[in-house]
């Protein structure tokens, strides 16, 4: 069976009941080891950001019914940043749409990126975040040097070449520096190279963070999980703790907040009820909800179980940013005249992947997002995960998105 895994920058989880346990609380309790908080983030462009991430989730999910879908709304918001440097009036006025960030100069887009590379990695001491950028273009495409000095100031970008009439060798080095910045977590994200391409824009990110309350492995249990398409029951490992942690409930779902480290980065678990299909939940569940539940969560010790589990998703997302209003820098009108003074420039493919894993310890994430570009012409709940459900990776000060996903099959 296919399988749909939909992730943002945040992590929710939405799960159904199960019986309740007898495993001692573990109470959340001040930690002040923490690391310089991540200060002076345009809160318009977090709230942007956070739009972007829930609409480009929802259109992927309306395209893969009862399947997984995982992204990285983070991933692709700064590898179209770093395309929106090289592109040039509707084109770039597009882009700027699809990120639902049309009223930010490029200045404001570019200091704003500068600080999240910069500041998400070092926010949590416990919590391991690494973000990557690089621009690799064809040895003999000339590019304007304007361009890459952009990408490099901003986005800490580096530059490598690449050689189209050595096509193994290079897709070899590419996929290298992908495997390397996402610990081997995502091995390729190029298989082939077509003759027109001249330039890739690739961002690699890698999250890993140990749950601050870990779930004991000798508390993991077989336990059947219910699909999203026809309810079959598949048998799965199920964490279970009981914890004193930050939960809400809503008239459709419940849901609770898991920190990683020191509370700084939190996974969101978002279970909708029993007879509330996960489709219309996800395609319904946008910025405006995501904002409401976390408005309403409050303290409180519950028993909870979440799977064990490992997903690897990919896609294109051509069609997905066409639909979101990004259309011509993918056809031979796009204007891509910052980048070089080649005539017919334009996007031919903007490759997505991710891979999410989850265990007793926490959690490790990573994501590859590759641009293309080429010479063209109210009932009592509980919280217990064992049926599908939404899980969201956030930052808490910034309420940056790193993840967000819909878990439709564990099969």
Known sequence: MKTLLKTLICSVIIFSACEKSEIPVQKIEPDFNKSQKLEGINPNFANQANAFAF????????????????????????????????????????????????????????????????????????????????????????TKKTFTDMLINNFDAETNMFDINNKQESIKSINKWVAINTENKIPTIIETIPD???MYLINALYFKG???????????????????????????????????LRTAQSDNYAAFELP????????TIVLPDNDVSIENFANEFNLQNWQSLQNNLKESTEDIALPKFTLDYKTSLN????????????????????????????????????????DEAGS????????????????????????????????KTSNTVLFIGKIADLG
């Open 196 to 198: 027109e391409a001249v």
């Open 260 to 267: 990683y480290g020191n509370g700084d980065y939190n996974m």
């Open 210 to 244: 140990d749950w601050k309350y870990k779930f004991d492995p000798k508390n993991t249990v077989s336990s059947p999980f219910f699909t999203a398409i026809d309810k079959r029951a598949r048998t799965i490992n199920l964490m279970k703790q009981k914890v004193n």
């Open 319 to 358: 069609a997905t940013l066409q639909s979101l209003g990004m259309k011509i820098a993918f056809t031979n009108k796009a204007n891509l005249s910052k980048i070089s003074d080649a005539n017919g420039l334009s996007v031919f493919d903007v490759a997505h992947k991710v891979s999410l894993s989850v």
């Open 55 to 142: 609409k480009c989730f929802q259109q992927l999910n309306s395209t893969q019914s009862n399947e997984n879908v995982v992204i990285s709304p983070l991933s692709i918001d700064i590898a179209l940043g770093m395309l929106v440097n090289g592109a040039d009036g509707e084109t770039a006025n597009e882009i700027k749409k699809a990120l639902q960030k049309e009223g930010f100069s490029l200045e404001q887009l570019n200091t704003t990126y500068n600080q999240l590379i910069k500041g998400l990695p070092i926010v949590d001491p416990k919590v391991r975040l690494s973000i990557a950028n690089s621009v690799w273009k064809e040895k003999n495409f000339q």
């Open 364 to 395: 490790e994430a990573a994501a590859v997002t590759s641009i293309g570009i080429g010479v063209t012409s109210v009932p009592l709940r509980n919280y217990i995960v064992n049926r599908a459900f939404m899980v969201l990776i956030t930052e």
